[in-house]
């Protein structure tokens, strides 16, 4: 397969990504993608994609923590200005605030970032 075939079928980023989002598999959205909490098939058991190409590395946990950083910066703003809670109540309820939002974004960011490297043939999944 040439660089120009490859650049005429192109594979639907979008897709690809909101796939990985609900944690399925990229090609056809059918097959799950992990096979525990983060560790990513080798190959999809729906439609015999290779998956194990993959290298989301670092980024599905940087991700999380510049998100989960935005989402709770504002609200401890107003937690302090406007409720003062007591400090040991705030630290409680921040802390599993992260730690929930951070379990929820890490595997669905890691499906998202696994969508990416498909849709654009990275590492791997280009090959024919």
């Given at each position: 397969m040439t660089d120009a075939t490859m650049l005429a079928e192109d594979r639907p980023m979008r897709q690809a990504m909101l796939r990985g989002w609900r944690r399925k598999c990229p090609?056809?959205?059918?097959?799950?993608?992990?096979?525990?909490?983060?560790?990513?098939?080798?190959?999809?058991?729906?439609?015999?994609?290779?998956?194990?190409?993959?290298?989301?590395?670092?980024?599905?946990?940087?991700?999380?923590?510049?998100?989960?950083?935005?989402?709770?910066?504002?609200?401890?703003?107003?937690a302090y200005t406007h409720y003062r809670p007591d400090p040991l109540i705030m630290a409680v309820l921040l802390s599993i605030?992260?730690?929930?939002?951070?379990?929820y974004l890490l595997p669905r960011l890691k499906g998202a970032l696994v969508g990416i490297q498909w849709a654009k043939r990275m590492h791997g999944f280009g090959k024919s």
């Open positions: 090609n056809c959205g059918a097959g799950p993608l992990f096979e525990g909490y983060l560790k990513v098939r080798d190959t999809c058991p729906s439609c015999q994609e290779e998956l194990h190409h993959q290298r989301a590395d670092d980024g599905p946990a940087y991700l999380t923590i510049l998100i989960v950083g935005h989402i709770l910066a504002p609200v401890i703003l107003v605030g992260c730690v929930a939002l951070s379990l």
